[in-house]
């Protein structure tokens, strides 16, 4: 029994979000989606070419699926406003990941160029989804901008490092009232089931899947994993013990 | 502060002393580590290291692979003009060399940007030689508008400009620039350039920085290997790279290790970097700068750029020709210099979709 997830009012049957990107070719996508059973798949702006003589990514996505267009390549607000509103012109839909990267080093969001993005494109009507660093003010800020969910990296992009940042996550787990999509990092099916044991709504896998050797397998692999996690969070963990449970040392004078 | 004052903290620098003091263990331990610093990535440009070449290779691989999936971006460049006021030493375009110069129009300008995107590409690299009376800025800039109407990504590689130039440049929807420093060695810099514009070593130096003022999108560095000790060479473009990635951060940083090739006039070539040492070089810098895009150009030879594509280089020239009105004009008489690999844009698509990766078109759009 895993009840639906909802981003801005549209119903996603599944908690597995997945990339273009990295690919060896675009040719694998429609079987990446069909073996993840991934129903959203980001797409970044700057590498669709609507009017392509050469192969195009948007050939290879199944109609039925939704897509999120990204703003990658944007260093600064108006950037990724203006990517946002070009992705729609194009009829990319109204959905829009917004990436603000300001620094090529690391590839880090800068979360305050995120808030202003995000709520000048919540006014215009987008569902905004923002990619950030699990920063509880910034995710609370974003929640007051409009976002339709917060998108906090696990780790650094394409690190394959896993959830280093685990305990900031929690933390906006626990007090942001909107859907809580952990992005980038993700290295290993395991990382992504334990995003989704601690209460993450879903995940969105790129790198790990499409670098690995045996991409369609690996997205099968995810999928499995992310379901897994979601009903173990469902059904609520027993406690756990670190050992045997003497009897009380602490507070048994009051029975003596 | 600039970065001359790096290239002066390693200017009187005992190379030698150095690489002698290199022992395997510490290429070990380098090659282990998740981040390197100026003087491991030194080491690993060391005669020593090239015996690691394999473990540089894989780990350079791993590194690309992560950062940048199994994808080659493609690009093509445009050569519009090519009078030059200076005669630099190597150069096919150099003011001595008696060739015969042309001078692209704005139609013959369109012509070959028609034609050019014909092959699907969307990134082109716009050329000229050094003459700022004649490829001025408002020639290049109205230029730019027209391949703006074929092309979504717009490099230069042209002379030297300053801030303000360059910023009217970027409005007008350059995305990239390319820009050589040919040595680090000031000394031998002064007497390869011994005339013209590019003579100022300041200036040219300082040229990838004053356009990351300018807010540019992407800057493109490297020196032309052969001119002086290839691990000096090799070093201060790392370094120089390195420079510019941590000062201006939103700046995609990326390098070329273009090696000098046959042109007109009978330059000798003292430090030649053969494949071996060109791989090192490479692989070296991607564990260095593991986000830095490697841009190799048509100057190498097919069999070598299939080979390295899957060993660090991130965006690769196709279907080049460096002659100016060389592609709808059918101009080939003067080139900048002799290109090796002459396969077609739809020949190198398919030797990369071969290797499984990805040939990319496009990868930015004018906003």
Redo the contacts between chains.
């Keep these: 029994m895993e009840e639906i997830l909802e981003i801005g009012g549209e119903k996603i049957d599944s908690r597995l979000f997945i990339g273009t990107g990295k690919y060896p070719s675009d040719k694998l996508i429609p079987e990446i989606i069909e073996a993840s059973g991934a129903q959203v798949i980001t797409v970044a702006l700057r590498r669709v070419d609507f009017n392509a003589i050469t192969q195009n990514v948007m050939q290879f996505i199944p109609k039925n699926i939704k897509l999120l267009p990204n703003t990658s390549g944007a260093r600064n607000y108006e950037e990724a406003v203006r990517i946002a509103r070009l992705a729609k012109a194009a009829g990319c839909g109204n959905r829009i990941k917004i990436e603000v990267i300001s620094d090529n080093k690391y590839l880090l969001p800068d979360g305050h160029q995120t808030v202003k993005a995000t709520e000048i494109l919540a006014k215009e009507g987008f569902i905004v989804m923002p990619y950030i660093n699990p920063d509880l003010i910034i995710a609370k800020q974003l929640v007051s901008a409009g976002a339709a969910s917060v998108m906090p990296l696990g780790a650094p992009i394409g690190t394959n490092m896993g959830l280093k940042t685990k305990e900031m996550i929690k933390i906006l787990i626990e007090e942001i009232p909107l859907p809580i999509i952990v992005d980038a990092g993700i290295g290993k099916p395991s990382d992504a089931c334990e995003a989704m044991e601690l209460g993450a709504d879903a995940c969105l896998v790129n790198t790990a899947i499409a670098a690995s050797d045996n991409p369609v397998l690996m997205a099968k692999s995810f999928s499995e994993a992310i379901s897994a996690g979601r009903k173990a969070y469902l059904a609520g963990f027993a406690a756990q013990q670190k050992a045997a449970k003497a009897s009380s040392p602490l507070t048994g004078f009051l029975y003596e | 502060m600039s970065f001359y004052d790096t290239y002066l903290q390693y200017k009187n620098f005992d190379f030698k002393i150095f690489f002698q003091s290199i022992t395997e263990n510490k290429i070990k331990n380098i090659l282990a580590k998740e981040r390197i610093n100026q003087l491991d990535f030194l080491t690993l440009l060391s005669e020593k290291a090239s015996g690691f070449l394999e473990d540089m290779a894989l780990k350079s691989h791993n590194l690309t ?7 080659i971006l493609l690009f093509i460049p445009i050569y519009i003009s090519d009078y030059c006021s200076n005669s630099c030493l190597y150069c096919g375009f150099s003011s001595k060399n008696k060739i015969k110069r042309r001078h692209l129009d704005y139609d013959q300008i369109k012509t070959e940007a028609e034609k050019i995107a ?1 092959t ?1 590409i ?1 990134h082109i690299l716009l050329l000229t030689g050094d003459a700022p009376k004649i490829a001025t800025i408002d020639y290049i800039k109205n230029s730019v508008k027209i391949l703006k109407k074929y092309f ?1 990504g717009i490099g230069i590689e042209i002379y030297a400009l300053t801030q303000e130039e360059y910023d009217i440049l970027i409005q007008k929807g350059v995305d990239s620039l390319s820009i050589y420093q040919e040595t680090y060695n000031e000394k031998l810099y002064q007497k390869l350039h011994p005339v013209g514009h590019k003579k100022d070593y300041h200036f040219r130096l300082n040229a990838p920085e004053r356009a990351c003022m300018a807010k540019i ?1 992407s800057v493109n560095i490297g020196a032309l290997l052969g001119l002086d000790e290839w691990q000096k060479d090799a070093f201060f473009t790392g370094l120089h790279a390195d420079y510019l ?2 000062k201006y ?5 990326s390098v070329s290790l273009p090696r000098i090739r046959p042109h007109a006039g009978n330059f000798k070539v003292s430090h030649p970097v053969d494949d071996k040492k060109f791989i090192q070089i490479m692989t070296a810098f991607r564990i260095f700068m593991p ?1 830095a895009g490697i841009a190799v150009s048509t100057r190498e030879a097919p069999e070598f750029r299939n080979n390295i594509i899957k060993l660090g280089v991130t965006k690769m020239s196709a279907g080049s020709n460096t002659s100016v009105g060389g592609y709808a004009l059918n101009n080939t008489d003067t080139k900048q210099f002799d290109i090796s690999d002459t396969r077609s844009v739809k020949e190198m ?1 398919k030797a990369i ?1 071969k290797l ?3 040939p ?6 004018t ?1």
């Design positions: 692979i992560s950062n940048f999936g199994k994808t014909e699907g969307k979504t999108r990635q941590n951060m939103d700046a995609e940083v986000r698509e979709t499984d990766y990805q990319v078109f496009k990868d930015w759009q906003l």
